[in-house]
């Protein structure tokens, strides 16, 4: 009996022994990796290690206010440092705002320009510092060695798109205005560029003045048109749904119906669509702000020093009236 118990308590021992010895051998393992604190130098940086400067040109549209959001909560969601200012349409105040950024060292700048010339100076300087700069949104005129890569969308196609729809609305001809965006950038060169290219012969632009992508300022340029050229105007080629809604309230003011004058849009923001609802606008090109993950995306890769694509292109459509009502309610923006 005796033997027995010795017995037992050898066999249990060894059972306990087996069960520590296993549980021990993975603890053991992290022993053996590097603390945080040794990581290599060039270790990759991962979001939350990222600063990001987006010196946003102001808030002057619908479509804007979209595309702050977007930067702004894709940065909360993956942890990104981000340096958000508001240069309020002016280039002068944006330049300023990037050179804070390059002054506090950021390791990415995403730059929206206002307008395409004018930022060589500043895009060197960023250069210089090693910071590598995504231009976002409208273009610059600057050389492509001096920025790193552009996201946005193609301004040239989206006015080629408002020809064609243009022409469908006007086939027989006839005479138009155009409420161009802010003057000298990307948006408003590329858009009217591009409506030329593909307008037809038989359709006569009256009048080309901007309205600076605001409600505030397209309503007036509208009043005006419609003074100076009262019952003549078929059509009209407008930039933006904001500059449409403040076109809108001209037309209703001076007593035309919706559908008087054939309204091509662009943006495809909420109040474009209210407007296709109401029957103002005839048809609106999309141009889609919510860059924010893209714009993440290539900041990591370029603070990581990886190679990236130099120009990214929003793909887009166009809307119409009979998908309007059934479409807002899931619009983003
Ligand atoms: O169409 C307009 C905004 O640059 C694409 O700017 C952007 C334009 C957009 O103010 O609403």
New binding site residues.
Partial sequence: MKFLKVLYLLVGLAIIFAIVGCGAAPAAAPAEEKPAAEAPANAKKEYKDLTVCYPQLGA?????TANSASLKETAKELGVNLVFSDAQQKQENQISAMRACIQQGVDVIAL?PVVEDGWDAVLTEAKDANIPVIIV??SVSADPSLYAAHI??D?VLEGKKAGEEMNKLLPEGGKIVELS?TTG???AVGRAKGFRETLAKNIEILDSQTGN?TTAEGKPVMEAFLKKYAGEIDGAFI????MAIGAVEAMKAAGLKPGDIKIVS??GTRGGFQLMIDGWVQADVE?N?LLGPQVMEMALALANGEPVERETLTKETVYFPDQAAELLPSRQY
Avoid: L, Q, Y
């Avoid at 002057?60 to 804007?64: A, N, T, V």
């Avoid at 930039?239 to 904001?242: L, P, S, V």
């Fill in positions: 002057e549209s619908d479509w804007r929206p949104d409208r946005g969308s301004m965006g950038s990307g948006a992508f930039h933006n749904d904001n662009v943006d141009c702000p």
